[in-house]
């Protein structure tokens, strides 16, 4: 699936692994495992195997330690369906309240005009549905620039800029 991360096409070099996959059988590669895997995540980082990062479904409480959380650099946002706007709060409190400094990805049923929202929620990186085209996305990331309220991506709102605040 087409991968959007700072506002360009590129590659995905990880895999989302089902709880199912996610054993310590896996060969060497870069995969998201499911956040209740996260000790097979850990170990499989630390034995040098390849890179690890966790992914969330949208039902899953983000109830990770910080320290923990940023031993990391990708924890994913599953999106079961465009309607489940769950995935915006969980992107928000690991950002915002979890302090996660590394790429907030949104995975799923991703759709383009959902993407400059979830970029203002905190969001990173974007894995778009298949049917979703990659020129459209780029060109709609980058359609706004000013924003009435605050959001996880300290853009400063619109009335600051009119009253110079």
């Known amino acids: 699936m087409p991968l959007l991360k700072d506002g360009t096409h590129t590659e995905n070099q990880y ?65 079961p369906k465009f309607i489940d706007g769950r995935g ?15 790429d907030i990805r949104a995975i799923g049923d991703v759709l383009v005009d959902q993407l400059n929202y979830m970029r203002r929620c905190g969001f990173s990186s974007f894995e778009l549905r298949e049917d979703q085209d990659v020129e459209v996305a780029v060109r709609e990331m980058n359609g706004f620039t000013n924003f009435y309220q605050t959001s996880a991506d300290e853009a400063i709102p619109a009335y600051r800029l009119r009253h110079n605040l």
Do not use: C, M
């Open 88 to 102: 915006y709060s969980i992107a928000f409190l690991l950002r915002e309240r979890l302090g996660f400094n590394g």
């Open 15 to 79: 895999k989302v692994l089902s709880a199912e996959e996610a054993t310590d059988a896996l060969p060497p590669g870069d995969y998201l495992f499911p956040v209740s895997h996260i000790e097979l995540a850990l170990q499989f980082q630390a034995e040098g195997h390849g890179k690890s990062g966790l992914w969330l479904d949208s039902s899953d409480e983000p109830r990770i330690s910080t320290d923990l959380l940023n031993q990391f650099t990708v924890v994913a946002v599953n999106f």
